[in-house]
């Protein structure tokens, strides 16, 4: 079980996050919805342990996971936002390089790269450099990198970024596969709908703090909203939609 | 386990050393290697061979002058490799200490920070060792060969080891005490103080290169003679230390280069060990710090200088396109490293030049020959400046983000040809003319000031029209190889204009000056000149149908044997 307790961070006397607790259970696709700038991204970094709270902590099976991060960072599976990779390596040197930084068996970890790349359509580009990669390339690889070595925890930070609708969709049933075999999932994204169908609890956070945490069909009924697009958009945004989009037309016609 | 992860990320680190923004992500590792260690070992093969028959000469004739002429081959071989070994860690400056990229790839996995702080000092003594053997080892062996008589055939390997021994660590003293500078800065102030430092680091590393390499002549005088060479200053300079180091290994009994020796392994030793110490301390809280996103860049001066800079050139662009383009080309040449040291180097080499005749111009200007240092030393520096700004808006900049001027390519390819004439000449012809002009009025009376900033200036037009007749794109977009330059082609003719420039041009000046109608000839004249190559290139410039990025297919890996794992 994945737990965030009081998570807050200040950077400098700026808050990012105050006061967020909630906890992924294995088996569960846990939600991480809430607008830019709304702390997202400062919450998936410091359940990663890139990061460390001003206060509050992160508990992975009951301890905190700052007390031993390389052995978490063993059962941790990571999807970045940012598509950062080592772009003078080919796609099976870099899951080489994550393999062997994860101390992977060698023909283990070379079988896995095989078929990972044959399976998200990467076989063919196995000798050209990432830099040469599209953007969903890249976010494949990162993906491969991932779950290569079948982690405990998968936390992904707009996972279907750049995908193409089949790569999309199969990840859609990797992510369902992977809670089936009880691996613990944390899934921020921007797409309602793919977390309106995938996630079985939603985390809604507006100006660093969570506002919402509950199941979506249960959140749907205490809002009387048919949809979680619905329920976002009242508790997280605070301006009138339309209102802004025509004002930003004006702004370039001026 | 520990091993295998220091080695992958050893390797993984130095294929990072090349991704700076000297190297396009365009152009492979592998040949983009190929031709600095290429570039780097000819200097010193090529002195030597050009040295020849003078060896020969003193060898045979006059051998009492051979040790001496040794010593000062020899002191120029170690400053040098030294001087290389600055350059280089200027260069890659910005890919010593984690970046956000190292600190999110990496930061995930179960990897400590000290196994990725030791992974980088592994990487970065490889690189350091390859660019010192690449300067040593062919030198080595030509000039061993070449300086040996028959009598000192015996004496050839241990020659050969003190030159090698020598170069590599002056070498790698300077690229590791340039490194724990960085790692001692980043370790106690942050990323953000190495970014604030770069700047008068990369001034005072090209200061160190110029006065080391001045110096070389008196250096070997001083530690030839046994009466001088315990002097204190000679005691206490690094180059000293390396060639006590190159006598030492080389044979040489004298007491005096044994102490040189053991100071070099001593201080060789203390940077090392500075190093070791600040690495993972340096390493962990730049992590941090490239998570945290430590961003902010240049304080109130720098926008208000950016500001200032722009009103001025307002002057002289006159449509958005243009005002646009200036700043893009300011901004880069800038607030990039590379550039800042190019354009660094080209100001080094240029006061270098300058020095033996810019002590005049602290004198009275009633002499001729004073006169002339007012002529020369704009005109010189003026020439390598504007050289600088044209070389370094060859370099790459971000290849990638080159869709911008793709998508929006202007019609008028002359207008944008004309922008980068008028920021070169707004950066160095102006400013010299005017700086130059204004002192030699102050100095020698009006009639010489307006001489000078007039022949400064006119001829500064005409310069920088010349030195943009083969631009064929817009400035600093391009990903250019190193060998790809198309201005290599032409350093003979820059070369031979300089000279021309700096020491024959004003001799014409002083013999038109004190005559109104000479003196507005030679004007009119460097005017036409300017002007005939400004049509010049507007035809050249109308002619051209599209501009160049000049892009290469990356779709193969050249990867160095960077493979990883079994395969």
């Known amino acids: 079980m994945l737990e965030a307790r009081s998570l807050t961070k200040y950077y400098g006397a700026l808050p990012a996050l105050r006061d967020a607790s909630f906890v992924a259970r294995p088996g569960q696709i846990l939600g991480y919805l809430g607008p830019n700038g709304s702390g997202k991204s400062t919450t998936v970094r410091m359940l990663v342990g890139l990061m460390t709270p001003t206060s509050g902590d992160v508990r992975w099976q009951g301890r905190s996971i700052f007390a031993d991060l390389p052995a978490y960072r063993r059962r941790l599976g990571y999807v970045p936002e940012e598509p950062h990779l080592y772009t003078h390596l080919t796609a099976p040197e870099y899951l080489r390089l994550v393999g062997g930084l994860r101390d992977l068996d060698e023909p283990i970890m070379d079988r896995r790269i095989d078929r990972l790349l044959d399976l998200l359509g990467l076989a063919d580009d196995r000798y050209s450099t990432l830099s040469a990669f599209s953007k969903g390339m890249r976010q494949k690889v990162l993906i491969a990198a991932a779950l290569l070595h079948d982690p405990e925890i998968v936390i992904l930070d707009e996972p279907f970024s750049g995908l193409d609708i089949g790569a999309a969709l199969m990840l859609r049933e990797v992510i369902k596969g992977l809670s089936a075999a009880g691996r613990t999932i944390l899934m921020s994204s921007h797409v309602i709908d793919v977390v309106e169908q995938l996630c079985t609890e939603v985390v809604i956070l507006a100006d660093g703090r969570v506002v919402a945490h509950d199941r979506v069909d249960h959140l749907r009924r205490l809002q009387q909203d048919a949809s979680l697009e619905h329920v976002f958009v009242k508790l997280a945004v605070h301006h009138d939609v339309e209102q802004s989009a025509r004002a930003l037309i004006e702004a370039v016609r001026a | ?567």
Not at chain 2, 187 to 216: I, K, W
Not at chain 2, 373 to 383: E, I, R
């Open chain 2, 1 to 567: 386990m520990t091993w295998r992860r220091t080695r992958l990320l050893s390797r993984v680190c130095f294929g990072r050393l090349f991704e700076n923004d000297l190297f396009s992500s365009s152009v492979s590792a592998s040949s983009g290697l190929t031709w600095i260690l290429a570039a780097l070992a000819t200097p010193g093969v090529m002195f030597s061979g050009s040295q020849m028959f003078f060896y020969a000469h003193v060898r045979t004739f006059a051998p009492e002058k051979q040790d001496r002429i040794l010593f000062i081959s020899q002191a120029f071989h170690v400053d040098f490799a030294m001087a290389v070994a600055a350059v280089i860690t200027m260069l890659v400056w910005t890919s010593l200490t984690p970046d956000r990229r190292d600190a999110l790839v990496l930061g995930p996995l179960p990897v400590q920070v000290w196994e990725q702080a030791l992974g980088r000092l592994v990487a970065l003594a490889q690189f350091t060792a390859m660019f010192a053997a690449a300067v040593s080892v062919p030198t080595a062996i030509v000039f061993t060969f070449l300086t040996v008589g028959p009598a000192d055939v015996g004496h050839v390997p241990a020659r050969i080891a003190g030159h090698v021994a020598a170069t590599m660590l002056g070498a790698g003293f300077v690229f590791f005490a340039l490194m724990a500078a960085q790692l001692l800065l980043a370790a106690t102030l942050g990323a953000r103080a190495v970014r604030l430092a770069t700047l008068p680091l990369q001034g005072m590393a090209l200061l160190a290169m110029v006065a080391a390499l001045s110096f070389t002549t008196r250096l070997a005088d001083v530690l030839v003679a046994p009466e001088t060479a315990q002097h204190g200053w000679a005691q206490w300079n690094p180059a000293a230390w390396f060639i006590g180091v190159y006598r030492w290994v080389a044979g040489d009994p004298r007491e005096v280069f044994a102490t040189l020796a053991v100071r070099a392994g001593l201080a060789c030793g203390a940077v090392l060990l500075v190093v070791m110490v600040a690495c993972p301390l340096a390493y962990r809280r730049c992590l941090q710090l490239a998570i945290a996103g430590e961003g902010r860049r240049g304080g109130w001066w720098s926008g208000a200088g950016m500001r200032l800079w722009q009103a001025s050139l307002r002057m002289w662009l006159r449509t958005p396109l243009e005002r646009g383009l200036a700043t893009f080309i300011t901004a880069t040449l800038t607030r990039n490293h590379a550039h800042r040291f190019l354009i660094g180097s080209y100001a080094g080499i240029a006061v270098l030049c300058a020095l033996p005749i810019a002590a005049r111009l602290l004198g009275p200007a009633d002499t001729a020959a004073a006169r002339y240092a007012w002529f020369s030393v704009p005109l010189g520096l003026m020439c390598w400046g504007a050289a600088s700004l044209r070389v370094a808006m060859m370099l790459p900049v971000e290849p990638a983000a080159n869709w911008v001027f793709k998508l929006t390519e202007p019609v008028d390819k002359q207008r944008v040809l004309s922008t980068a004439v008028t920021v070169i000449q707004s950066a160095s012809v102006f400013p010299l003319s005017a700086l130059f002009g204004t002192g030699a009025a102050v100095v020698g009376g009006v009639e010489l000031g307006v001489m000078v900033a007039g022949v400064v200036l006119a001829t500064g037009l005409a310069l920088v029209q010349l030195l943009t007749l083969t631009l064929r794109t817009v400035p600093c977009t391009c990903s250019y190889r190193p060998g790809q330059l198309r201005l290599r082609v032409l350093w003979p003719v820059y070369l031979l204009v300089w000279l021309l420039v700096a020491y024959r041009l004003p001799y014409v000046a002083l013999w038109a000056l004190g005559d109104a109608r000479r003196s507005l000839l030679l004007i009119a004249s460097l005017c036409l000149v300017a002007a005939g190559l400004r049509l010049w290139r507007g035809y050249r410039a109308r002619r051209l149908a599209a501009f160049v990025y000049d892009e290469v297919d990356t779709s193969t890996a050249t990867t160095m044997g960077l493979s990883f794992g079994s395969s």
